[in-house]
């Protein structure tokens, strides 16, 4: 090695030396707690790899597929939501692979930055120890069971976008720079073309904005308030305009319209407020009956926040990110646990709120002016998080997968689709086609086939929407062109979803279709109650007799016709 080389790496290392040195203990103390979360989280994540999709993530990652192989939004594949989605998935299924474990693989590095994210934001907006109190809250809450915490669902992605806009409102908080007003619209603006209800994020930003701008104590100056609205809006239509952008370029700007407005209507009417706050009690129930203490220690903040001494800011910026990010499970009165991932970035700031501002009171109102106090709050918090892996170490490091799925979906076939995926990927080429009878289109992902017809969910075609009967004979026309080898029927009610005015043609037609043409060559007997189901094959059928009232019929094409 050269002599200016060694001048070289000498230099490096005494500048990582006194970066290190100008930390405060605080600072070091918060670094090293996000990078053991950081381990703990990839440890546990890596436990998830290979569960087994629930349909809207497979619906979800094969319209990624789709996407990349050159499939247009809303013409050959849909869904009730704006294009975001399908980029979003896009962009996983390219860089990690089409399998269930790069798709875990992917999401894991999501959960991580935006574990990250959150904590610096916390760091620049509160304290060094606020940041670690939030990243633990989020880290650990976001695996929550029955929140789909280990799902790919695209809620983690909208919690990523609005970490993101978080992390980037903590710079505009500091200095009202361009730059990060552009940067804080354009995140919320994608978390709002991942799914539709980040919109409720996007109001948030722009309250914020302007809150913080009228609860400035330098004089007001009206130029600088629409200055800052306007690049924040400016951020938020600029994504939302080149999405709409490339999509009216594939020639699909009608039909996007009509699936993520019009079709969701129908959607959001179906439930009545008695019912959906049924729903929202029981939903809320399972989901923190093992991390309230998280919950409530976050949501504490909603008090405290109104002690004597805490700026307008804090007090405004808390309740509203906590308001807005609840709304974002609100519209249709579903409250579906995966729903409840969008409120969680609010959730974690929440956290390090209630930190932040219990310790300012403990200092600056009751005169303790020692620094133990808040080390030994954290020391608290991490010992109770601690306590809390434990409790639920079988879940977090010896997961069982099929009990898990039947413990937050009930009876839904979703270890059953991949079974049945395993044997299909065993027993076929990449010729032969399938098509499923059911709401299983994470079928076509295992598979890595396409379904025959542009309607892989099948609910569409059997919810008694305005034009389900014309997509029944267009399905059925895209099936009989396929003459696909393997035809899977789910006679399972969730999977089928029929409503009492869906069209029946497209029963009549199956009936027709698969006894002059096929033969069943296996079942899965799901008996209501059990964890594990039947699987009965070939020539195992002549003596089996089905348990249960929900069956999967298998059926393979008969060779002459």
Same mark, same amino acid.
């Given at each position: ?10 230099s490096d290392k005494q500048g990582s030396k006194s970066l290190i040195q100008k930390l405060?203990?605080e600072e070091k103390v918060s670094y090293t707690i996000l990078l053991g979360l950081i381990f703990l989280v ?8 290979? %569960?087994?999709?629930?349909? &809207? ?51 894991? /590095? ?66 009202? &720079? ?96 008695? &019912? ?12 923190? +009956? @093992? ?18 001494? %805490? ?51 403990? +200092? ?39 009990? %898990? ?74 099936? @009989? +062109? ?40 296996? /079942?899965? &007997?799901?008996? @209501? ?21 929900? %069956? ?6 008969? +060779?002459?016709?």
């Amino acid at each position: 090695m050269s002599k200016q080389n060694i001048i070289q790496t000498s230099s490096d290392k005494q500048g990582s030396k006194s970066l290190i040195q100008k930390l405060t203990k605080e600072e070091k103390v918060s670094y090293t707690i996000l990078l053991g979360l950081i381990f703990l989280v990839v440890l546990i994540r890596s436990k998830f790899l290979l %569960i087994p999709f629930e349909r &809207d993530e497979g619906a979800y990652s094969y319209y990624g597929k789709l996407l990349l192989q050159g499939g247009i939004p809303y013409k050959d594949f849909y869904e009730q939501k704006f294009p975001g989605i399908f980029y979003f998935y896009a962009f996983i299924v390219g860089i990690f692979g089409e399998t269930v474990k790069g798709m875990h693989i992917g999401f894991t /590095i999501l959960n991580i930055l935006t574990i990250i994210f959150l904590f610096f934001a916390s760091k620049r907006m509160f304290s060094p120890l606020a940041g670690a109190i939030t990243a633990i809250s989020y880290a650990i809450v976001s695996l929550t069971p029955n929140l789909s915490g280990f799902t790919v669902q695209s809620e983690h992605g909208v919690a990523f976008f609005t970490s993101l806009g978080i992390f980037f409102y903590s710079f505009v908080v500091k200095k009202s &720079d361009w730059k990060y007003l552009l940067l804080m619209g354009i995140a919320l603006g994608c978390a709002f073309m991942v799914k539709t209800t980040g919109i409720f994020l996007v109001f948030w930003g722009g309250g914020v904005i302007v809150t913080d701008f009228l609860c400035e104590k330098k004089p007001k100056v009206i130029k600088e308030f629409f200055r800052r609205t306007f690049i924040y809006s400016i951020g938020v239509l600029l994504i939302i305009g080149i999405f709409f952008l490339i999509v009216g370029i594939k020639g699909a700007y009608k039909e996007m319209i009509y699936w993520s407005i019009e079709v969701p209507k129908q959607y959001v009417s179906t439930i009545k407020w008695e &019912d959906g706050k049924k729903y929202l009690e029981y939903t809320y129930d399972t989901i923190t +009956k @093992e991390y309230k203490l998280f919950w409530v220690h976050a949501f504490f903040a909603l008090i405290i926040v109104f002690l004597r001494g %805490i700026s307008s800011r804090i007090k405004f910026m808390s309740v509203s990110l906590l308001f807005f990010s609840v709304l974002t499970i609100f519209p249709g009165y579903y409250f579906y646990g995966h729903y409840w991932i969008q409120i969680l970035p609010g959730l974690a700031i929440g956290s390090g709120i209630t930190f932040y501002i219990v310790n300012e009171f403990i +200092k600056n109102t009751m005169g303790f002016k020692s620094e133990k106090v808040k080390y030994i709050y954290i020391s608290i918090f991490i010992i109770l998080f601690l306590m809390h892996l434990n409790k639920l170490k079988d879940y977090y490091f010896n997961p069982n997968y099929d009990r %898990i799925l039947r413990t937050v979906y009930g009876n839904n076939p979703f270890p059953e689709t991949a079974k049945i995926a395993d044997y299909i990927n065993a027993n076929s080429s990449a010729e032969d086609n399938i098509v499923a009878i059911g709401s299983e289109p994470q079928l076509y992902f295992y598979t890595k086939k396409r379904c025959p017809s542009r309607h892989a969910y099948f609910t569409a075609l059997v919810f008694g929407s305005q034009h389900h009967a014309q997509w029944q004979r267009e399905f059925v026309k895209d099936v @009989e +062109k396929a003459n696909p080898r393997y035809v899977i029927f789910y006679n399972h009610p969730i999977s089928l979803m029929v409503q009492p005015n869906a069209d029946k043609y497209l029963f009549e037609w199956f009936n027709k279709f698969i006894t002059e043409g096929y033969k069943v060559i296996g /079942i899965v &007997d799901m008996v @209501e109650g059990y964890m594990l189901s039947t699987y009965v094959w070939h020539e195992q059928l002549e003596t089996y007799k089905p348990q249960g009232p929900n %069956i999967i019929y298998i059926y393979e094409r008969i +060779k002459s016709k």
